[in-house]
């Protein structure tokens, strides 16, 4: 395995312990199932609200940008790269199930499940 996957696996393991820890700390960090076809994740100047999210597939996700600075979201795995201007959002539809990443490139990090 190459260093650089060795990393990101080694990144995404710690991005969750920290998500579980927080959210047993704070049970308002997670959020449950969401069944309409649009699920909004805000995005803080302090991090993502909720930071980790099950949602069903073919889930609409809104990404609302609520900071006051331009925010750049990353999602190797779903849609890539995304700028969001302050008070603006993004959205994408995820077909596939699957556990997806979502991070800032100030590395602010996010799960989604998709089932």
Known sequence: MARNER???????VSF????????ANPA?????QESPD???????FGFVPMFAVVNSGTNVV?????????ILI?????GTQEIGPGMNFSFRFREPGVYEYR????????LVVD
């Open 39 to 45: 699920y909004m994740i805000k995005m803080k100047s």
């Open 7 to 13: 990393l990101f696996w080694y990144s995404l393991l």
């Open 63 to 71: 990404w609302v940008n609520e900071g006051t600075m331009m925010q």
């Open 17 to 24: 312990i920290v998500i579980l820890v927080i959210g047993f």
């Open 104 to 111: 800032t490139a100030a590395s602010a990090t996010g799960i």
């Open 29 to 33: 960090v997670f959020a449950h199932t």
């Open 75 to 79: 999602a190797p795995d779903a849609f």
